[in-house]
């Protein structure tokens, strides 16, 4: 998995290809997303493409974050607010630049990792422009491209998964080590409650000579 | 394998567009792999393309970092980053004509693909699930041993308190 850290104001413009084909188009990519910060990426399309934005929250706070599309003319297609995960499909009206910006500004203290995939387009129809047998495919084809969608299936719940467990992991990691400094944290508290309390006591009768008498109007107070 | 490719573009005020290209800009790469280490720590020109192989699964870090001074004058640089994940860069049209393939072995060639993918994604969950399993043992076990600890400290604690105490004030002659 890909996690990209962004400095400065960089405008990321997404060509992250994971399957190269010039009709379809799909890009995962996983980055961190600091707190009180709103970080952007671009990706140009061509007109009339059905699209599909995908993202979930991985790690981080109370695991949502904000979200907003916005088409090549700047106006906003999708907004969102406080959702750990979700999906949405669009069809793009221009051709251009769509922008879309993740913001962790209501959190001031955790810094969120995300994971988004854009896919765009259909399938690749392999064979293309030379196939030369246009119509009814054969029952052999049928079947491999029945294959080939619940292949797609199974590793789009591949990636679900992945995301799960990398968020599971991380919330074991920390429990992990927390034990740890705890665990640490307390003994020494222990000790210097334990031996601080006998010093203490013992400073109330160390200093007057005359407390350890117990004379008429004499307080003593023993113990604590 | 992994295979980065970057291309920047600085936005130029006088014609408010992106120059085609911005010669004198450097971007720093640094990768890391899941431990942390550094696997990967050069800086390129403006347009480049970096490398680097996995050994171990995991979740490896890509960072880039601008050494370009020509940032503080408040400009904008764009940033076009493709990264390609091993198999995944598969051109299905170019191994058609190369290999020459009918249009159903093409297809049959994506299906292995798809299923090699898989086969990889559970062996790293199969890789995962031991690690996971055994942070959980051991933090299991911190637990068990923290509260044994706790429980001998009070103990050992408030006993010689009480004596150090009984003994301190026997000297003092209270008791």
Same mark, same amino acid.
């Given at each position: 998995?890909?996690?990209?850290?962004?400095?400065?104001?960089?405008?990321?413009?997404?060509?992250?290809?994971?399957?190269?084909?010039?009709?379809?188009?799909?890009?995962?990519?996983?980055?961190?997303?600091?707190?009180?910060?709103?970080?952007?990426?671009?990706?140009?399309?061509?007109?009339?493409?059905?699209?599909?934005?995908?993202?979930?929250?991985?790690?981080?706070?109370?695991?949502?974050?904000?979200?907003?599309?916005?088409?090549?003319?700047?106006?906003?297609? #999708?907004?969102?607010?406080?959702?750990?995960?979700?999906?949405?499909?669009?069809?793009?009206?221009?051709?251009?630049?769509?922008?879309?910006?993740?913001?962790?500004?209501?959190?001031?203290?955790?810094?969120?990792?995300?994971?988004?995939?854009?896919?765009?387009?259909?399938?690749?129809?392999?064979?293309?422009?030379?196939?030369?047998?246009?119509?009814?495919?054969?029952?052999?084809?049928?079947?491999?491209?029945?294959?080939?969608?619940?292949?797609?299936?199974?590793?789009?719940?591949?990636?679900?998964?992945?995301?799960?467990?990398?968020?599971?992991?991380?919330?074991?990691?920390?429990? #992990?080590?927390?034990?740890?400094?705890?665990?640490?944290?307390?003994?020494?508290?222990?000790?210097? &409650?334990?031996?601080?309390?006998?010093?203490?006591?013992?400073?109330?009768?160390?200093?007057?000579?005359?407390?350890?008498?117990?004379?008429?109007?004499?307080?003593?107070?023993?113990? &604590? | 394998?992994?295979?980065?490719?970057?291309?920047?573009?600085?936005?130029?005020?006088?014609?408010?567009?992106?120059?085609?290209?911005?010669?004198?800009?450097?971007?720093?790469?640094?990768?890391?792999?899941?431990?942390?280490?550094?696997?990967?720590?050069?800086?390129?020109?403006?347009?480049?393309?970096?490398?680097?192989?996995?050994?171990?699964?995991?979740?490896?870090?890509?960072?880039?970092?601008?050494?370009?001074?020509?940032?503080?004058?408040?400009?904008?640089?764009?940033?076009?980053?493709?990264?390609?994940?091993?198999?995944?860069?598969?051109?299905?049209?170019?191994?058609?004509?190369?290999?020459?393939?009918?249009?159903?072995?093409?297809?049959?060639?994506?299906?292995?693909?798809?299923?090699?993918?898989?086969?990889?994604?559970?062996?790293?969950?199969?890789?995962?699930?031991?690690?996971?399993?055994?942070?959980?043992?051991?933090?299991?076990?911190?637990?068990?041993?923290?509260?044994?600890?706790?429980?001998?400290?009070?103990?050992?604690?408030?006993?010689?308190?009480?004596?150090?105490?009984?003994?301190?004030?026997?000297?003092?002659?209270?008791?």
């Amino acid at each position: 998995m890909m996690h990209l850290h962004l400095s400065w104001t960089l405008l990321v413009y997404l060509v992250i290809f994971s399957s190269r084909d010039s009709s379809c188009f799909a890009s995962e990519f996983t980055f961190e997303l600091p707190d009180n910060e709103k970080q952007c990426f671009y990706e140009v399309r061509e007109k009339d493409e059905e699209c599909l934005l995908e993202y979930q929250v991985v790690s981080g706070g109370k695991y949502d974050v904000d979200i907003q599309v916005r088409d090549p003319g700047n106006r906003v297609i #999708h907004q969102d607010t406080k959702k750990q995960y979700d999906t949405f499909t669009w069809k793009t009206s221009a051709s251009g630049a769509f922008t879309f910006c993740f913001s962790n500004e209501f959190s001031s203290f955790s810094h969120k990792v995300i994971f988004f995939g854009i896919s765009c387009g259909d399938d690749p129809m392999l064979g293309g422009e030379d196939d030369d047998r246009p119509g009814a495919m054969t029952q052999m084809e049928a079947n491999t491209l029945a294959i080939f969608e619940s292949l797609k299936a199974v590793i789009s719940y591949q990636t679900h998964f992945r995301l799960n467990e990398f968020t599971g992991r991380r919330v074991a990691n920390g429990l #992990h080590n927390r034990v740890l400094w705890w665990s640490v944290g307390e003994i020494i508290v222990l000790l210097s &409650v334990g031996v601080g309390q006998v010093l203490l006591v013992r400073s109330f009768f160390s200093d007057r000579k005359n407390v350890g008498s117990s004379g008429p109007g004499g307080k003593v107070r023993i113990g &604590v | 394998m992994v295979v980065g490719k970057y291309k920047t573009q600085l936005f130029d005020k006088n014609i408010n567009d992106y120059l085609p290209s911005s010669p004198g800009i450097g971007m720093h790469v640094l990768i890391r792999d899941p431990e942390n280490n550094v696997i990967l720590s050069k800086t390129y020109q403006a347009e480049g393309r970096f490398t680097f192989t996995s050994h171990s699964p995991g979740e490896h870090t890509i960072c880039l970092y601008s050494n370009t001074t020509k940032w503080f004058m408040g400009g904008k640089l764009r940033v076009h980053l493709d990264i390609q994940v091993g198999e995944h860069a598969n051109d299905y049209e170019q191994i058609k004509s190369k290999d020459k393939l009918s249009e159903l072995q093409l297809r049959v060639r994506q299906l292995l693909d798809q299923v090699q993918q898989i086969t990889k994604e559970q062996n790293y969950q199969r890789f995962r699930e031991m690690r996971f399993r055994d942070t959980s043992e051991s933090t299991n076990r911190r637990v068990f041993y923290w509260a044994l600890a706790q429980l001998a400290i009070l103990a050992v604690t408030g006993f010689w308190q009480m004596r150090h105490l009984k003994s301190f004030f026997e000297a003092k002659k209270l008791v």
